[in-house]
């Protein structure tokens, strides 16, 4: 029989001098939407980023600005959930004042710029210190992740810079991947019975409920695949889509 198993609820962490209280899990019926569009606005970045026949900036700017207004209410519903009241205002300043980035003056461009990578680099920074909080993690990463594309394109539009923000980027994907990691068992769902092959199976189970299950005879990825499905609706699964993007 499956064990079940354990889901721990750790503490909420101190970060700057800030206790980050925890919340409930994100909502699931939002965010399965806000990680498909931020999955997609990343790869509309990258679309022009990457240049062969990619979309013009004038068009990727259109398309992201499209993708987020066709989900604006799910991602500020996310993004509210997080309990850093700067990260949550800088975030959602971001997401609605994107959609005016094209009647930004230069000064007004290159602030909303530099305002942007704040917000990103503030959720990183603030991710690295409440690993042992899942629930104020996720909802960090999500923030940052909704951010990050937006910062890239303002820099872009502004002629910044984008290699220093790509690199903070990639080491918050890199923490959430490891922070939000689910709790995994493996049984043998053959019974144990003498000359019946093995067949393994692994359950992962990540901090909010949700539940991978792979069943294999063989196959060293079994693991992984279990811990994938299981965190499939947290931003781990956005930072694992993102960073070949961003490298």
């Known amino acids: 029989m499956r064990r079940t198993l354990l889901r721990i609820t750790t503490a909420a962490a101190a970060a700057v001098g800030i206790v980050l209280p925890s919340a409930a899990p994100p909502a699931q019926a939002d965010v399965g939407t806000v990680i498909a569009v931020v999955k997609q606005i990343y790869s509309l970045y990258q679309q022009f980023a990457g240049g062969g026949g990619g979309p013009s900036l004038a068009q990727a700017i259109q398309q992201i600005t499209a993708a987020i207004q066709s989900s604006q209410t799910a991602i500020i519903n996310q993004i509210n959930q997080v309990a850093t009241a700067g990260v949550r205002a800088c975030a959602t300043s971001a997401v609605i004042n994107f959609a005016d980035i094209n009647a930004l003056t230069p000064d007004n461009l290159q602030s909303f710029a530099l305002q942007t990578t704040d917000c990103v680099t503030q959720?990183?920074?603030?991710?690295?210190?409440?690993?042992?909080?899942?629930?104020?993690t996720d909802q960090l990463g999500l923030a940052m992740n909704t951010v990050g594309p937006l910062a890239l394109m303002a820099r872009t539009k502004a002629g910044l810079t984008t290699p220093a923000l790509k690199t903070v980027l990639v080491s918050g994907e890199n923490t959430l991947i490891t922070a939000l990691l689910p709790?995994?068992?493996?049984?043998?769902?053959s019974?144990?019975?003498?000359?019946?092959?093995?067949?393994?199976?692994?359950?992962?189970?990540?901090?909010?409920?949700?539940?991978?299950?792979?069943?294999?005879?063989?196959?060293?990825?079994?693991?992984?695949?279990?811990?994938?499905?299981?965190?499939r609706n947290t931003s781990r699964a956005v930072a694992q889509a993102v960073i070949p993007q961003l490298s």
């Open 191 to 231: 019974g144990g019975e003498p000359g019946v092959p093995h067949i393994y199976e692994w359950i992962c189970v990540a901090y909010n409920g949700d539940q991978g299950d792979v069943l294999v005879r063989t196959g060293a990825d079994a693991r992984t695949r279990s811990e994938n499905q299981a965190t």
């Open 183 to 189: 709790t995994c068992q493996r049984e043998d769902a």
């Open 123 to 136: 959720a990183k920074s603030l991710i690295d210190v409440v690993t042992a909080d899942k629930v104020a």
